[in-house]
């Protein structure tokens, strides 16, 4: 990089050397691009002149900047025209649910989807939800004979689903959900309100009354008026709501805090005669109500529970499938290899997914319309789950690589996890002279030991610096040898 | 569907075994009895007491405290006023709820000023109070200031206070008011109820079935097996309701499974066997309670194999290091080596960390 700045510093000082004519006629060409129309007549100019307008050049965007903001103020004197809504009186429109969230639209139309690859990839989407769930009919079936009992029942009462992430639990439930709606509208069921808060979306979980009432109302309010307006609905017999609720609760165990009061509640409302709210909460944990909820929250959540197990590798590659249907793009052999390497690591259907997606990207950097086969997804499988610690590993310096030899060693004279600088670098030294590499300083090492543990191949004590830092082994000895030896 | 009525037999069933409030309370009579004698003689000695009930949780405390809260005798001389202490936003502010719902009228707005309003409240002359505090041990504070403070309005001269308060805790006074004991006058009379047991679950179920009229829906063998199990485990009438309720739409989504098929064959058979109510045998029953108390999950043959196996190697490798190793304290580097180790034995590919 020196010498290309060495060069372009010759290249200006050749410039500068140059005779004046030259000079005349550079300034000429700049101040006719500024100015064309005023001095388009005036070809050849003095240096002198020639520097008189370049002086007035400079000083006409001042003006021009000037001039600008006139216009500026100009254009923005909205006070006398009209009446513009200050930010004050913004913010309690959208308190009020008045105005609604917009985001900016494109500004071109969006590019249909040509080559039968690009289709399957944005049918193979995570957000793209099929109307019918394939392999969770069972489930849809369980969700939606409760539902539909408890509003021709017109009582309240909870639910509680469970499972690994990724085996569609709020998806059955939306979709159970969406054909409640349609039922509803057709005048085969009761009319319902649905309510939906996510406890990740919180960001406390006293939240969750204000966005029940946002929901149920369209306004903002502060929490404490949010749980009264909510009990005063629930409780009193005078202020009794007129449709029946079903509030789904995504994520239970973050609405969980020590004192229980928010989930408490939620569960209670459900009890009270002439209510009719229909609780369903999803979480991961199977027995979240025994381990971490209190006896009483317990006890009001019942013992209609519903667990969703992980994917087989046979459902799976029905899921895939199902959403590839009328596409020929992906040779089934592929689809099937996607879903055995996933049902036996976790049974989470968004991996699959993505792992076909990346396949068929892959695939169509070779062109638009082949086919993706097993090599394509060996590929995308081997970036998304195969190691990438002996990658890091192989692509480490010599020094760092050495470093990393010297821990282990120390590791196996010591037999104790935890080594200390001092000693790595002792057995540094004595790796670098038998490799006949050159010896390094201490504060060479150190920095490539801060280096491996930024990038968290070691474990580096942040506390005590220097000749007595604490070195732990974040990867195991095995992969070192394995990346090393190969080379 | 609408067209049977045999349906809403079934719809009445599940109907009448709703876990929300009752209105009568077929194994409480004698707590009833005992909660409305102690509040009417105080209401006629015009004298102040303090009441703690406690009991686990779907024992039907709070249920009993609104069946006396209804009840008319009472309303008509008692101002009444029901707290649940998980729906107040902090401890300290249980006093302006109070003083709100007894319309008293406060100097300011902070705790010390409602506290002197409701405490002169309670010293001009005034009706009776009773004060129902719900879940009272979402009110522990600092010191218990909260706590005392309620406890000792009995206590004021000229105040007629009746002071009720419903928790789980058998000796939730005793554990975290210990300085009450000390004054006789402030002493709260207990009361326990205890977790109901297999007859007074029966008589429950089988009075709120005839209540609906559809008490043919159990049969007897059932109903006993039911509430046995129920009182064994934790004597929760609202867990014995709930496994009820499920039994119940067990039957039904059968029963009306094989009325789809029958359409298909003939109606007016279909018709003729509907008349029949099929009832609640022990078989469902059994059915029912072995997938809530069974062990966590009852695996079918076919969902047997849906547990990942990477998952399962791992599990069986902690296994081993439980057993075999001297050191419990397992890190997740410690088990990824023995994992990577029965992987490469058993020729499968071994999982990132």
């Given amino acids: ?487 | 569907r609408k067209l049977f009525g045999e349906n809403d037999l079934y719809q009445n069933a599940r109907r009448a075994l709703h876990s929300t409030c009752p209105t009568t309370m077929p194994g409480r009579q004698k707590e009833l009895d005992e909660l409305k004698g102690f509040i009417l003689g105080h209401v006629d000695k015009g004298t102040s007491g303090t009441l703690y009930i406690s009991g686990p949780p779907g024992t039907g405390k709070t249920a009993s405290l609104n069946l006396i809260l209804e009840d008319s005798k009472i309303s008509a001389e008692i101002s009444q006023v029901y707290v649940n202490c998980t729906s107040i936003k902090s401890s300290g502010s249980i006093f302006s709820r109070i003083a709100k719902d007894l319309g008293v009228k406060s100097g300011g707005n902070s705790e010390k000023e409602y506290i002197s309003a409701v405490e002169k409240h309670l010293q001009r002359p005034h009706k009776t109070i009773l004060l129902v505090l719900d879940e009272i041990d979402q009110l522990e504070s600092k010191r218990q200031s909260v706590l005392y403070t309620i406890f000792e309005w009995p206590a004021i001269p000229n105040s007629r206070v009746i002071l009720v308060g419903i928790a789980n805790a058998l000796d939730l006074t005793d554990r975290i008011l210990p300085r009450l004991q000390a004054r006789c006058e402030l002493k709260p009379q207990l009361m326990h109820f205890a977790p109901y047991t297999k007859q007074q679950l029966v008589e429950i179920f089988t009075s709120r079935l005839r209540d609906a009229g559809v008490l043919d829906i159990f049969s007897p063998v059932a109903l006993q097996m039911l509430a046995g199990k129920v009182a064994a485990v934790s004597g929760d009438v609202r867990r014995a309701l709930d496994i009820g309720r499920r039994v119940v739409e067990l039957v039904d989504k059968r029963r009306t499974g094989d009325g789809v098929l029958k359409a298909v064959e003939n109606l007016a058979e279909e018709l003729e066997s509907e008349k029949k109510i099929e009832s609640v045998d022990l078989k469902e029953v059994v059915s029912v309670l072995n997938s809530v108390y069974g062990t966590t999950q009852s695996f079918d043959d076919e969902v047997d194999d849906a547990f990942p196996l990477q998952q399962k190697i791992v599990v069986c490798s902690l296994l081993l290091i439980l057993n075999k190793a001297k050191n419990k304290d397992v890190t997740v580097g410690r088990l990824h080596d023995v994992y990577r180790r029965v992987c490469s034995k058993r020729n499968i590919q071994v999982g990132d960390h």
């Fill in chain 1, 1 to 487: 990089s020196l010498t290309c700045r060495r060069k372009c510093y010759y290249y200006e000082s050749c410039s500068e050397s140059e005779d004046s004519d030259a000079q005349e006629i550079f300034i000429n060409v700049k101040r006719k691009v500024k100015t064309p129309v005023k001095y388009n007549d005036e070809t050849y100019i003095s240096p002198f002149k020639s520097l008189r307008i370049t002086d007035e050049a400079h000083v006409t965007p001042v003006k021009n900047k000037a001039l600008a903001k006139d216009i500026f103020c100009e254009a923005k004197t909205p006070k006398n025209s009209a009446k513009k809504a200050t930010p004050r009186s913004t913010i309690k429109l959208i308190r009020e649910g008045v105005i609604t969230p917009k985001v900016q639209s494109r500004s071109r139309t969006l590019e249909l989807e040509s080559t039968p690859l690009k289709r399957a990839r944005s049918q193979l989407h995570v957000s793209y939800v099929p109307t019918n769930l394939p392999c969770r009919e069972k489930e849809y079936k369980d969700i939606f004979n409760f539902l539909e009992g408890k509003l021709l029942d017109k009582c309240g009462g909870c639910m509680y689903i469970s499972g690994v992430p990724g085996t569609g639990k709020t998806a059955t439930v939306t979709s159970v959900i969406n054909q409640l709606v349609t039922l509803a509208k057709a005048g085969d069921l009761p009319e319902f309100q649905y309510v939906n808060i996510n406890g990740m979306k919180l960001t406390e979980p006293r939240q969750a009354y204000v966005e029940i009432v946002k929901q149920l109302v369209g306004k903002t309010v502060t929490w404490e008026q949010a749980q009264t307006t909510l009990e005063e609905k629930f409780t009193k017999k005078s202020k009794q709501m007129k449709l029946p609720i079903i509030l789904l609760v995504d994520e239970l165990d973050i609405v969980c805090t020590k004192r229980q009061d928010v989930v408490y509640n939620i569960l209670d409302w459900p009890t009270k005669p002439n209510t009719q709210l229909i609780v369903i909460t999803i979480a991961n944990t199977m027995d979240l109500p025994e381990r971490l909820l209190m006896n009483r929250v317990t006890s009001r959540l019942g013992l209609t529970r519903l667990t969703f197990q992980a994917y087989t590798h046979k459902q799976l590659q029905e899921i895939v499938a199902k959403r590839l249907a009328g596409t020929n793009s992906f040779n089934p052999d592929a689809v099937q290899l996607v879903a055995r390497k996933v049902a036996s690591v976790s049974g989470d259907a968004r991996r699959a997914l993505d792992i076909c997606r990346r396949a068929a990207e892959i695939a169509e950097t070779e062109g638009g319309d082949t086919q993706v086969t097993m090599s394509h997804v060996n590929e995308a499988l081997r970036a998304m789950i195969t190691q990438p610690k002996v990658r890091a590993i192989k692509h480490c310096s010599r020094l760092e690589q050495y470093v990393l030899q010297a821990v282990i060693s120390e590791v196996e004279r010591t037999g104790i996890e935890e080594t200390i600088f001092s000693d790595v670098y002792r057995m540094l030294v004595s790796i670098c002279a038998i490799n006949g590499f050159n010896l390094v300083s201490c504060t060479v090492a150190l920095r490539a030991v801060s280096r491996l543990g930024a990038c968290r191949l070691l474990l580096v004590d942040q506390k005590c610096h220097d000749l007595d830092e604490r070195i732990i082994l974040n990867v195991s000895p095995d992969d070192v040898y394995y990346a090393l030896k190969e080379e």
